[in-house]
Antibody, heavy 118, light 107 residues
Framework: EVQLLESGGGLVQPGGSLRLSCAAS????????MSWVRQAPGKGLEWVST????????FSADSVRGRLTISRDNSKNTLYLQMDSLRAEDTAVYYC???????????WGQGTLVTVSS | DIQMTQSPSSVSASVGDRVTITCRAS??????LAWYQQKPGKAPKLLIS???SLQSGVPSRFSGSGSGTDFTLTISSLQPEDFATYYC?????????FGGGTKVDIK
């Protein structure tokens, strides 16, 4: 069974940093691109970043580029999101997702809440 | 960037009703479109990819159609477990973008 388990969310002050992790199991992690997708409270879904299977290519939304950095450790089957210079508008549930058939989000974790507030 | 516009933003329907949700892309995306279902407090679930390919385990009352810029998700006979919010997503090019969502609630 595919499982994606996010951790690392919490309350952080504006300008602060946080690192999210996503532990993957139940599939061959190295074979799949991965993404982070977020959802602000009461709002819709927003793509954040995508990373290729080997981690050599990354793509990020303009709203987060230079502040939120996606990476992966294929030896640990783990996806990361390093979050720096956080802003109030980064407050959201962050979902780890596994790609299917291209750029579709085939599987989702349960999400981890990041709250940026003083 | 490709903008995705869903309509309606909400719909009230009864069990057994046929429900149709539309999604329009600001430019052609061929068949690179997905539909997701999200229930309150839960992660989204992929229902349809490639505009019309039903994911394994998804009931056949769900169907998708369209190509280019105009797409539809149809629920042929609404069931109690189908009350949720539905999102379309274009998978043609980065930045990957979602529609604003359509909430299907009980009439």
């Amino acid at each position: 069974e595919v499982q994606l388990l996010e951790s690392g969310g919490g309350l952080v002050q504006p300008g602060g940093s946080l690192r999210l992790s996503c532990a993957a199991s139940g599939f061959t992690f190295t074979n799949f691109a991965m993404s982070w997708v977020r959802q602000a409270p009461g709002k819709g879904l927003e793509w954040v970043s995508t990373i290729s299977t080997a981690g050599d290519y990354t793509f990020s939304a303009d709203s987060v580029r230079g502040r939120l950095t996606i990476s992966r450790d294929n030896s640990k089957n783990t996806l990361y999101l390093q979050m720096d210079s956080l802003r109030a508008e980064d407050t959201a549930v962050y979902y780890c997702t596994k790609h299917e058939g291209g750029k579709y989000y085939g599987c989702w974790g349960q999400g981890t809440l990041v709250t940026v507030s003083s | 960037d490709i903008q995705m516009t869903q309509s309606p933003s909400s719909v009230s329907a009864s069990v057994g009703d046929r429900v149709t949700i539309t999604c329009r892309a600001s430019q052609g995306i061929s068949s690179w479109l997905a539909w997701y279902q999200q229930k309150p407090g839960k992660a989204p679930k992929l229902l349809i990819s490639g505009a019309s390919s039903l994911q394994s385990g998804v009931p056949s009352r769900f169907s998708g159609s369209g190509s280019g810029t105009d797409f539809t998700l149809t629920i042929s006979s609404l069931q109690p477990e189908d009350f949720a919010t539905y999102y379309c997503q274009q998978a043609n090019s980065f930045p990957l973008t979602f529609g604003g969502g359509t909430k299907v609630d009980i009439k």
